[in-house]
């Protein structure tokens, strides 16, 4: 398929060009700043708690004595942790959603285009596992610093970010940053081939059984609230395949190893045995869901706004109009093969 080819997406009755150049990419990382952003933020209070049952669950009796314990304790206990999960969770979300738009018409510019329609379903997972592997790069520092602000015991750990900062690297330099990264990439890639694929599926079920009429004959509250329903739905299915290494990422940041990483998460397991891997999972289901929905209303909203149109549907979008950034890419994918 030439790169220099023009694709397009039926709006309606006639057909709408949409261009998959930079300015398309980069609106895409700011809608993906926005959704990850504000939404880790705002569940600061439940992830807080999530955290600290992982590490120690005899601390709470459940996710309510929790909040009540950290309310009586000061309403500023609820939040610890807010700062580096708003730079961190901001970070991915640019590569999770920007990376995962480029990496579609990539894939799809490689294996052509029919086949990039026929194994569209490929082509959701190829994408976002490969996005979510750079973008959990872009979120392992502070990932780290937050993890170590919620579940270390009060007055021996700063809550300041900068000063957290500093003191990972001056006792552990790179690696006090970066040790949870595998079980990260083993949380979060899955977690993220689920939500891309399964958010993409469900939208186009909802658009193929329920509202069957063309996707822009409906207003936007309309298709938002498709967005917000499929992406709850696949929220649910991310919290089952990724809880056990979300356990372990918080009980290796929790801990100070001089180990590998491996040597760690095999003590780690030693500890807390296959049950323990599942503590929490009410907590993480409440909060992955309703992550998921409100993230991919949030990036649809701003798509929306933007021009792009919400995600999925009937319609197979392949557009690409900037033929020397995705041939620089395919060059390069292919290169490492």
Request: charged share 15%; with cysteine.
């Amino acid at each position: 398929i030439s790169l220099h080819r023009q694709k397009y997406l039926a709006m309606g009755g006639e057909k709408t060009a949409v261009a998959h150049d930079m300015t398309y990419y980069g609106k895409c990382m700011i809608g993906g700043i926005l959704s990850c952003g504000i939404t880790h933020t705002s569940i600061t209070p439940l992830d807080l708690i999530k955290c600290r049952m992982q590490v120690n669950p005899n601390l709470y009796s459940g996710i309510l004595n929790g909040f009540a314990t950290c309310w009586r304790a000061g309403g500023n206990g609820l939040v610890v942790g807010w700062l580096p999960t708003a730079v961190g969770y901001s970070m991915q979300g640019l590569g999770k959603f920007g990376f995962y738009e480029m990496f579609k018409d990539l894939f799809a510019n490689i294996v052509g285009e029919q086949n990039a329609i026929k194994y569209r379903s490929v082509g959701w997972l190829t994408a976002s596992a490969c996005a979510e592997f750079f973008a959990d790069m872009m979120l392992c520092p502070m990932e780290s610093v937050k993890v170590r602000m919620q579940t270390s015991q009060e007055g021996t750990f700063t809550r300041k970010l900068g000063k957290a900062t500093s003191q990972i690297w001056q006792k552990e330099g790179m690696q006090g940053f970066y040790k949870g990264l595998v079980p990260l990439w083993l949380r979060q890639i899955p977690y993220t081939m689920v939500k891309f694929a399964c958010f993409e599926k469900v939208v186009s079920l909802f658009y193929s059984h329920i509202f069957t009429k063309e996707k822009s004959s409906y207003n936007r509250a309309t298709q938002l609230s498709v967005t917000f329903s499929s992406g709850y739905i696949a929220g649910v299915f991310c919290a089952l395949v990724s809880h056990p290494a979300d356990t372990l990422v918080s009980k290796l940041n929790q801990k100070k190893t001089s180990g590998s990483t491996m040597d760690a998460v095999k003590e780690i397991y030693g500890d807390i045995g296959f049950k323990g891997l599942w503590r929490g999972l009410v907590a993480r289901i409440i909060m992955i869901g309703t992550l998921t929905g409100l993230q991919w209303w949030i990036y649809d909203s701003f798509k929306s706004a933007a021009g792009l149109g919400t995600t999925g549907g009937k319609q197979i979008v392949l557009c690409y109009s900037n033929p020397l950034f995705l041939q620089f890419l395919q060059t390069l994918f292919v290169s490492t093969q």
